[in-house]
């Protein structure tokens, strides 16, 4: 979820550049660089690991020669990890092309053989580089930067945004995309792309909004758009009516708002490329073999918070598709129990950050009795990745907002993801029962957003409970750990005392917390579990008959509910272990919405931080 800034016009385009990347830094602050155009034929640059203060002190130190095109870039590293020979933007080989790129180029593994066959040099490990030497080909050839783009584009697959210059060409900028953001600012005798209207909000507040399989070329003169194929085409205009501050926030009032509403895109990022050309499953960093993956007797999970959730889910799943045994293990408890490991353990530690101190002190011990590791995470190139035996990276992109939204959905389906590819390598599924899951998976993103597009009645509900003192959560199988993260997130926020338990649990002691008018959000499972249904069922009435209020998730066209609920929202309708994936939804927005109307600061809740370091 890489930033990305392109102009031109009369004003210095370093200093327009900076300006734009500084207000997109949340997207991305692995590295940061910049390339500009000067008059006489050369593009220059300057790129950074690390935060965009470093490549500001760079440029301070060695400033870059005046002009008035440039691209610009800060980057959330996927391809490689976060360097300055990583940094964009990236060129070819007759350093003709600066280019930047944000998503993911599926095939670049095989474009990059070509090259390479070709005797091209590659210096650097993303799939960028590629692009940019394909691009450099084609100007070479004598095609114009437009038309460069445009059959360049039609090589590709995977969802990308690129912006690039050309240096014989220097008052043109070109941008494309495919299922990826970008727009374009219209101002008087200059124009702007960005992954969103914080790159130029300070400049203009006239933009246009690019379709699907788009290219757009900016020149001072004006904007001009067509499709890969060079057929012409037209952007939709719109005047963007926020405040600065707003606009990094795409309109939200916070962050973490923003980031509910970022989900659907975070969960089809995360299923990106995870499939081979035949078919079969394929992981970020798997460097375990197939017989290291079979000779797997015993997973435990590992993790904190959150993703200590995400981790309940995937023992559901993982026991489920591959008939191994799993347990799921609080990290700051785990390597003081003296558990027991061999090398048939395989340890899958989950973190948003990679470093997160008391997991990676867990895995480190469990490296020391042998066990494989695999990590969940995602941050390129951060701690527990590197010391771990594989890597399934989510993809989410930055997450500001301290409490995890996106960061939890896109831990699930790599969770989902590690339960079918151990079932595919262990045999315990077939090949076409795998792809019917994915099949699944990947119609997750259409899901959440039906259930984002509810959001305003989740509004009005959690504005119904300003007063509220105690909220329970309950629910059943893969229901329960969402229970339990639903009830984090409104302690995290809203400072209420919450608590989620196992709805058959009930009778066993927690129901003598039930008292008139208390709030009880139940997550019914769907009806093709019928047993665990009616037990949910009997569980709700225990709390109702005792003058609990309900709010009941349950799926579409479920009847049996509606006696039951004092309020209904409505979930698609989605298998039992996929659930969580639209059942956490609502309870977010619940949340955040309550914390904000209580007047907290949704986004840093306090006493707490995003990533956590010590033990």
């Given at each position: 979820?890489?930033?990305?800034?392109?102009?031109?016009?009369?004003?210095?385009?370093?200093?327009?550049?900076?300006?734009?990347?500084?207000?997109?830094?949340?997207?991305?602050?692995?590295?940061?660089?910049?390339?500009?155009?000067?008059?006489?034929g050369?593009?220059?640059?300057?790129?950074?690991?690390?935060?965009?203060?470093?490549?500001?002190?760079?440029?301070?130190?060695?400033?870059?020669?005046?002009?008035?095109?440039?691209?610009?870039?800060?980057?959330?590293?996927?391809?490689?990890?976060?360097?300055?020979?990583?940094?964009?933007?990236?060129d070819?080989?007759a350093?003709?092309?600066?280019?930047?790129?944000?998503?993911?180029?599926e095939?670049?593994?095989?474009?990059?053989?070509?090259?390479?066959?070709?005797?091209?040099?590659?210096?650097?490990?993303?799939?960028?580089?590629?692009?940019?030497?394909?691009?450099?080909?084609?100007?070479?050839?004598?095609?114009?930067l437009?038309?460069?783009?445009?059959?360049?584009?039609?090589?590709?697959?995977?969802?990308?945004?690129?912006?690039?210059?050309?240096?014989?060409?220097?008052?043109?900028?070109?941008?494309?995309?495919?299922?990826?953001?970008?727009?374009?600012?219209?101002?008087?005798?200059?124009?702007?792309?960005?992954?969103?209207?914080?790159?130029?909000?300070?400049?203009?507040?006239?933009?246009?909004?690019?379709?699907?399989?788009?290219?757009?070329?900016?020149?001072?003169?004006?904007?001009?758009?067509?499709?890969?194929?060079?057929?012409?085409?037209?952007g939709?205009?719109?005047?963007?009516?926020?405040?600065?501050?707003?606009?990094?926030k795409?309109?939200?009032?916070?962050?973490?708002?923003?980031?509910?509403?970022?989900?659907?895109?975070?969960?089809?990022?995360?299923?990106?490329?995870?499939?081979?050309?035949?078919?079969?499953?394929?992981?970020?960093?798997?460097?375990?073999?197939?017989?290291?993956?079979?000779?797997?007797?015993?997973?435990?999970?590992?993790?904190?918070?959150?993703?200590?959730?995400?981790?309940?889910?995937?023992?559901?799943?993982?026991?489920?598709?591959?008939?191994?045994?799993?347990?799921?293990?609080?990290?700051?408890?785990?390597?003081?129990?003296?558990?027991?490991?061999?090398?048939?353990?395989?340890?899958?530690?989950?973190?948003?950050?990679?470093?997160?101190?008391?997991?990676?002190?867990?895995?480190?011990?469990?490296?020391?009795?042998?066990?494989?590791?695999?990590?969940?995470?995602n941050?390129?190139?951060?701690?527990?990745?590197?010391?771990?035996?594989?890597?399934?990276?989510?993809?989410?992109?930055?997450?500001?907002?301290?409490?995890?939204?996106?960061?939890?959905?896109?831990q699930?389906?790599?969770?989902?993801?590690?339960?079918?590819?151990?079932?595919?390598?262990?045999?315990?599924?077939?090949?076409?029962?795998i792809?019917?899951?994915?099949?699944?998976?990947?119609?997750?993103?259409?899901?959440?957003?039906?259930?984002?597009?509810?959001?305003?009645?989740?509004?009005?509900?959690?504005?119904?409970?300003?007063?509220?003192?105690?909220?329970?959560?309950?629910?059943?199988?893969?229901?329960?750990?969402?229970?339990?993260?639903?009830?984090?997130?409104?302690?995290?926020?809203?400072?209420?005392?919450?608590?989620?338990?196992?709805?058959?649990?009930?009778?066993?002691?927690?129901?003598?917390?039930?008292?008139?008018?208390?709030?009880?959000?139940?997550?019914?499972?769907?009806?093709?579990?019928?047993?665990?249904?009616?037990?949910?069922?009997?569980?709700?009435?225990?709390v109702?008959?005792?003058?609990?209020?309900?709010?009941?998730?349950?799926?579409?066209?479920?009847?049996?509910?509606?006696?039951?609920a004092?309020?209904?929202?409505?979930?698609?309708?989605?298998?039992?272990?996929?659930?969580?994936?639209?059942?956490?939804?609502?309870?977010?927005?619940?949340?955040?919405?309550?914390?904000?109307?209580?007047?907290?600061?949704?986004?840093?809740?306090?006493?707490?931080?995003?990533?956590?370091?010590?033990?």
């Amino acid at each position: 979820m890489c930033g990305i800034v392109g102009y031109v016009g009369p004003q210095q385009a370093q200093g327009v550049v900076i300006d734009g990347l500084r207000r997109l830094e949340y997207r991305g602050y692995d590295s940061a660089g910049v390339a500009l155009v000067v008059q006489g034929g050369t593009v220059v640059t300057a790129k950074k690991a690390g935060k965009l203060a470093n490549l500001e002190k760079v440029l301070a130190d060695s400033p870059l020669p005046a002009s008035t095109t440039g691209i610009g870039h800060t980057r959330w590293a996927t391809h490689g990890p976060p360097t300055d020979v990583n940094a964009h933007p990236h060129d070819g080989n007759a350093h003709r092309i600066a280019l930047v790129h944000n998503g993911i180029i599926e095939n670049f593994a095989d474009l990059r053989a070509r090259l390479e066959a070709d005797d091209h040099v590659l210096v650097s490990q993303t799939d960028t580089e590629v692009v940019a030497h394909l691009v450099e080909l084609q100007v070479q050839s004598g095609e114009d930067l437009t038309t460069a783009m445009q059959r360049v584009c039609q090589q590709l697959e995977g969802a990308f945004t690129l912006v690039a210059v050309d240096s014989q060409d220097p008052d043109r900028v070109v941008a494309a995309r495919r299922n990826s953001p970008l727009v374009v600012g219209v101002g008087e005798g200059e124009y702007f792309v960005g992954s969103d209207v914080a790159a130029f909000i300070s400049h203009t507040r006239e933009a246009l909004e690019l379709g699907q399989d788009q290219v757009v070329t900016i020149t001072r003169d004006g904007v001009e758009i067509t499709d890969f194929d060079g057929r012409p085409a037209q952007g939709r205009r719109f005047h963007v009516d926020w405040d600065l501050s707003a606009a990094e926030k795409d309109g939200h009032d916070w962050f973490m708002r923003k980031e509910i509403f970022e989900q659907p895109r975070a969960v089809a990022d995360s299923l990106l490329g995870r499939r081979t050309r035949a078919g079969l499953l394929q992981l970020d960093e798997m460097r375990l073999s197939d017989d290291e993956i079979r000779d797997v007797d015993k997973i435990i999970i590992i993790a904190c918070g959150t993703s200590f959730y995400a981790g309940m889910v995937a023992k559901y799943a993982i026991e489920h598709w591959t008939r191994v045994p799993v347990e799921v293990e609080l990290a700051s408890e785990f390597r003081y129990r003296d558990p027991i490991l061999d090398y048939s353990t395989l340890i899958v530690a989950i973190s948003q950050s990679g470093e997160t101190a008391d997991t990676l002190q867990a895995i480190r011990h469990a490296r020391t009795q042998r066990s494989k590791v695999l990590a969940i995470c995602n941050t390129n190139g951060s701690t527990i990745p590197r010391e771990s035996d594989a890597v399934i990276y989510t993809h989410a992109g930055p997450e500001i907002g301290v409490a995890s939204t996106k960061g939890f959905l896109t831990q699930l389906v790599a969770c989902y993801l590690l339960a079918l590819y151990v079932a595919q390598v262990k045999g315990t599924r077939y090949g076409d029962e795998i792809n019917q899951v994915m099949g699944q998976l990947e119609a997750m993103p259409d899901h959440i957003e039906t259930v984002l597009s509810a959001s305003e009645s989740v509004y009005a509900l959690a504005r119904e409970h300003l007063d509220t003192r105690s909220v329970l959560f309950l629910g059943r199988h893969a229901g329960y750990p969402v229970a339990l993260e639903g009830a984090l997130k409104l302690k995290e926020l809203a400072y209420l005392h919450a608590e989620g338990f196992a709805a058959g649990e009930l009778k066993h002691g927690p129901i003598a917390l039930i008292e008139e008018g208390l709030p009880v959000l139940c997550v019914v499972p769907p009806r093709g579990r019928d047993q665990l249904h009616e037990k949910m069922l009997s569980g709700i009435q225990e709390v109702r008959a005792r003058g609990a209020r309900t709010i009941c998730l349950a799926e579409e066209g479920d009847t049996r509910i509606e006696p039951y609920a004092d309020v209904l929202i409505r979930l698609p309708q989605v298998p039992t272990l996929l659930q969580p994936l639209v059942a956490i939804v609502p309870l977010q927005l619940f949340a955040c919405e309550l914390a904000s109307a209580l007047g907290h600061d949704v986004d840093q809740p306090r006493n707490l931080a995003k990533s956590v370091t010590v033990e």
